[in-house]
């Protein structure tokens, strides 16, 4: 992480991150109180994206995007909270797009931003973006790679599962996406209706906190959601025989 810079109030910090393995790519991240978010139109560089707008298609009421007023408004009512008195909106935006020397970086009242599980989401579901550039990108965020590049254990298991389900009429599909969360397999009936997700649990598998995972599982519960954990040592036989049994 390289420091780039820090507001006079402590509001603001911005950051300056190298790809890993690409020396002219680089991540910048804004971090606002307790809020970290990051540029769509540097995100779209990095996944090759020809066009940001293609991003805003994929990322649609999803709840991942944030407004540039969306960041002063945090970044006003942070530095209210500490007694200082806040720059003005143009003067925010202004600071923040003088940062670095980057076109990606132009940021006016209409530049979207995407925070951390929007990113993850969206790696999750392009499929244009090379293993190598997304696994850098995974290492420069400091999270778990496997949430974006399965296990081959999980893949194998995955493949199998599919290929029984398939016989009975059944498909899955791979990092479903349930509100703000990501099933990594659900289960569909030759009727196209949900039935469950499995969920292939590995000790790095998981990036979220505890904190997260209790609200993940509440939400789970909560919308009736059945969840059949497997792992490694799970046999893809097991899980067809109780999902036939549903």
């Not at 925010?92 to 940021?107: C, R, Y």
Request: glycine share 4%; proline share 3%.
């Amino acid at each position: 992480m390289q420091y780039t810079y820090k507001a006079y109030n402590g509001a603001v910090e911005f950051h300056r991150k190298r790809i890993q393995g690409f020396d002219s790519l680089y991540l910048f991240e804004i971090l606002i109180s307790e809020q970290v978010c990051y540029s769509i139109n540097n995100v779209a560089q990095i996944l090759g994206y020809r066009a940001p707008q293609n991003l805003h298609t994929l990322l649609k009421d999803s709840g991942f995007l944030l407004t540039a007023q969306d960041l002063y408004r945090i970044y006003m009512l942070d530095a209210i909270d500490f007694g200082n008195e806040p720059d003005e909106y143009e003067w925010f935006l202004k600071t923040l797009s003088s940062l670095v020397d980057d076109p990606t970086m132009h940021i006016t009242t209409r530049t979207r931003f995407l925070t951390l599980d929007g990113i993850l989401f969206v790696m999750a579901h392009n499929t244009m973006t090379s293993e190598r550039v997304k696994k850098a990108l995974c290492t420069t965020l400091g999270i778990d790679k496997s949430i974006i590049c399965p296990s081959r254990p999980e893949t194998h298991f995955c493949e199998r599962l599919a290929s029984m389900l398939g016989e009975f009429g059944y498909t899955i599909q791979r990092q479903y996406p349930v509100s703000i969360y990501r099933l990594d397999m659900a289960v569909f009936n030759r009727n196209e209706k949900f039935m469950c997700a499995v969920e292939f649990d590995e000790e790095t598998h998981r990036w979220y906190d505890e904190k997260k995972e209790k609200e993940r599982a509440t939400y789970m519960s909560k919308h009736r959601i059945k969840i059949i954990h497997a792992d490694k040592g799970t046999k893809p036989e097991t899980v067809l025989k109780t999902i036939l049994k549903m």
